[in-house]
């Protein structure tokens, strides 16, 4: 019975990867993207969550505006939220053309908080989209694809209303010297073992914590957003809890190049995953906590042959799902 | 000439007006490295890119050059070329994604000569906002095996496979804007190896050093004696040689070329050069060997040629300051085949030959409005004369 059961779920896994896999060089008939967008009737938002981004924010913008609004118009708005960029980032992005919103002036009566998982609950409320495509903005071999691919699978297909990126991913670690990684450090190390415990059908998303990914409004307004790096996890994890695996897809878009972090930057970052996830399986009650778990990353610098202290502190704070709150209600007529 | 000429300022506002197109075929081709002799790669998304612009005919020539070839509305006219090198000084190794800034781009190879490309893949695009067409095919090729030990191999091949007369060509490069050449010097590019045998005795006290040669070498070409009248000099360019500080150095290389307005004078020098070298090889007793990889003859256009003449016409109705020097590139085997053609540069900039060369956007537009005054005056027939 135990093994007949085994193989069902590997042929459901098996299937899904299968029909739900694609590669960008299956969408890029972009006037038929057009002409199917139309004929849905479909509005389309990007939206560029910012901060510290004056390298890469113009050539995201410039390259997106040209391709797939000018020469081909499957984007209807290109909207940068930012974080409070120190640097040019905002000038630069409004001098192309951009939408640009400071995430502190889009819903000012609500409690502020700083995080990327912000920025793109927040771009929930200033886009118009049915559809809204969230990109990195660190990006520096940017290409169209990583936009025309994302959305393929959501014009084209009935079923899929979410659709996630993934990437031969080299990071640029020193001048000249690229290397492959397949998946992402913090993906290999944490995420997948965790899927692998506890939602084995989710290990068939090759890079989950990919910045890239596309949904429909109907589907992410009905989700909490974590205001930080947790916002990926959660994102796969309640759109698999509410509408199950068969409505996200997976689209190869070959090769990236990002910003490196280093090791003690990445430990933050599974900190906070870890604690996004551990949060869901308690709701989903398949993990029970003896103890109140801490907010507080602890790591350690050697500074002059003396240990330092470095406590990164996070509340875990999560946004509601947008369709609560009343100021998205009333500008969407969902009163 | 004057009913091109007075549309041109209001080019400029319409080509700025596209200019996120533009930027983005400077990046996306740009961004692809493309040294010399390996430019398939760059190539291909050239082409891609101009049939994705609704090229007539997007093909490659039998020594891959990338061309695309938009129909003229007479076919009885012949073509008229624009052309841009496609390599770079650049390996693969080396970062090339760009930064794009409110004001420039910056990145390896940006002003060498990928703008010029950018440009090039651009115009069909161009055209159809301008609303402009010609009588002449415009032939767009991006050559290949342009720079260096390249010799212009692409260029030198196009032109002379082509089945057909060319009615005139624009050669475009990165900067300095107001740049137009017209005329070629006659030109040897040489390296010279200087290699002190590895059979040498450790313990021998007056050992050879290989750079102490060749800057031997290089005084004795300093005293030669050049005339003003042809115009002629040698160009120390490259340099190279050792290993450690404090270790004689057993390999020196040296790189150089003779210019000249008289190709007589070009292989005079190039004969005395010879002499020199066999002299300092035999008096050190090393191994000193002279290889020339690239030559041009000497051909220009005369400054009343009409198409100078329009040209500078056109860049001054744009507010354009022409600057006129003898140019080493594509013109050269335009001019020697009897092709009408000057070369012009898009924009301005700096950091030219570094990997974070940077080139101004805003004056491109005024740069690209100057390709496109030139293209309609040859179409209008000043080559033709």
Known sequence: MCLWLLIVVFVMNSNWLKNKT?????FRDLNNLVKEKEKKNLTIS???????????????????????????PLLDEIVVIDSGSKDKTVDIASSYGADVYNADDILPELEKHKGKGENLWKALYVTKGDILVYIDADIKNIHHRFVYALLGPLILNDEIKYSKAFYDRPIASKRNIMRATGGGRVTELVIRPLFSLFFPELTQIIQPLSGEYAGYRELLDKIPFPIGYGVETSMILDIYEKWGLDVIA?????KRVHRNQDTKALGRMSFVILKTFFYRLEKLGLFESKQEMFNEMIQYNLVKNNYETAIYSFEGFERPPMIEIQQYREKFNLC | MGNYLKKLPSFVDEIRSIRETIISNIV?????????FREQDRAKIFLERLADFQVDECTTDAYQNPIGIIRGTNSSRPPIFVVAHLDTFFGKDVDH????????????????NSVSVGVLASLPEIFRKLNLSFESDIVLAGVVQSIGKGNLCGIRHLLKSWPSSIRGGICIEGCELGRLNYY??????????????????????????????????????????????????????????????GLIAHDGKLGFEIQSTSDAMVKAMMNEISDIISD????????????????????????????????????????????????VSELSIFLSRNIPAVTLAITKGKNYHLENSRMLIEPMFKGIAQVIGVLMAIDSGVCDE
């Open chain 2, 97 to 112: 994604n760009y930064i794009i800034t409110e004001k420039s781009i910056i990145g390896a190879g940006i002003l060498e």
């Open chain 2, 280 to 327: 300092v090889s035999h008096e050190y007793g090393v191994n000193l060997k002279l290889k020339a990889i690239s030559n041009l003859s000497a051909s220009r256009l005369k400054y009343n040629h009409p198409l100078v003449k329009n040209t500078v016409a056109v860049m001054e109705t744009l507010g354009i300051n022409p600057v006129s020097e003898h140019s």
């Open chain 2, 28 to 36: 996306l081709i740009g961004q692809i490295p493309a040294p010399t």
């Open chain 2, 184 to 245: 070629s010097d006659g030109m040897i590019r040489c390296n010279l190896d200087c290699n002190i045998s590895s059979n040498t005795r450790w313990e021998h006290h007056f050992r050879p050093n290989a750079i102490l040669v060749i800057n031997e070498v290089v005084n004795q070409i300093l005293k030669m004696r050049l005339p003003q009248k042809p115009r002629s000099r040698v160009i120390f360019g490259k340099i190279s040689g050792g290993i450690k500080h």
């Open chain 1, 22 to 26: 694609f590669h960008f060089s299956e």
């Open chain 1, 46 to 72: 990007l939206c560029l969550p910012t901060l510290n981004e004056e390298k890469t924010i113009a050539k995201e913008i410039i390259i997106m505006k040209s391709e797939l609004m000018m020469r081909y």
């Open chain 1, 250 to 254: 997976q689209v190869d878009l070959e």
